[in-house]
T-cell receptor
Framework: AQRVTQPEKLLSVFKGAPVELKCNYS??????LFWYVQYSRQRLQLLLR??SRESIKGFTADLNKGETSFHLKKPFAQEEDSAMYYC??????????????FGQGTTLQVKP | EAGVTQFPSHSVIEKGQTVTLRCDPI?????LYWYRRVMGKEIKFLLH????????ESGMPNNRFLAERTGGTYSTLKVQPAELEDSGVYFC?????????????FGQGTRLTVV
């Protein structure tokens, strides 16, 4: 079964504290993982993709195939990081089709 | 560059009525996706167009939902007749035909409330 699990609905930290948003996936094929973020009153936007192995806004995420995880981390949280974060699994079908399987999302609240 | 735009941003209709949601993808994006998030649940895939062709409609919940993309530009998603459980936020996304097709750009969503 194709599934993404984000175990925490809400994660509340103080400014400057480290942040780790957990994401586990279930997929028999070669996984393509993404993190999307939705700030208040804004649209869903791509934050990270595991293929690029980049750091965006101080966030990083490493794909761990052994643990089937793609946790999102940031060493020092900022108030502007407060948002809803979605982990997504990219699933390719035939003939260049594909879709995203989303987790339920984690609300990150960074307190001053 | 304009992003993905969706109309309306909110819609409140009575059970049994018909509603049509519209999505304008980013110009040049052949891939167009519809997703929705119902209350308390995760965002779920509905269907995928490549230009005007439906490539994958495995996520469409039932035959009350009809999606079209005539001419391969904008898309509409019609719900007829609407039921209470159709309430939620409907997202449209688009991506390039080649390359990272799953790096989708999302619209702001249409919040549908069926009363």
């Amino acid at each position: 079964a194709q599934r993404v699990t984000q175990p925490e609905k809400l994660l509340s930290v103080f400014k400057g504290a480290p942040v780790e948003l957990k994401c586990n996936y279930s997929y028999s094929g070669s996984p393509e993982l993404f993190w999307y973020v939705q700030y208040s009153r804004q649209r869903l936007q791509l934050l990270l993709r595991h293929i690029s192995r980049e750091s965006i806004k101080g966030f990083t995420a490493d794909l761990n195939k052994g643990e089937t995880s793609f946790h999102l981390k940031k060493p020092f949280a900022q108030e502007e990081d407060s948002a809803m974060y979605y982990c997504a699994l990219g699933v390719h079908g035939s003939s260049n089709t594909g879709k995203l399987i989303f987790g339920q999302g984690t609300t990150l609240q960074v307190k001053p | 560059e304009a992003g993905v735009t969706q109309f309306p941003s909110h819609s409140v209709i009575e059970k049994g009525q018909t509603v049509t949601l519209r999505c304008d993808p980013i110009s040049g994006h052949d891939n167009l996706y519809w997703y929705r998030r119902v209350m308390g649940k995760e965002i779920k895939f509905l269907l995928h167009f490549v230009k005007e062709s439906k490539q994958d409609e495995s996520g469409m919940p039932n035959n009350r939902f009809l999606a079209e993309r005539t001419g391969g530009t904008y898309s509409t998603l019609k719900v007829q007749p609407a039921e209470l459980e159709d309430s939620g936020v409907y997202f449209c996304a688009s991506s390039l035909r080649k390359g990272p097709i799953l790096e989708a750009f999302f619209g702001q969503g249409t919040r549908l409330t069926v009363v």
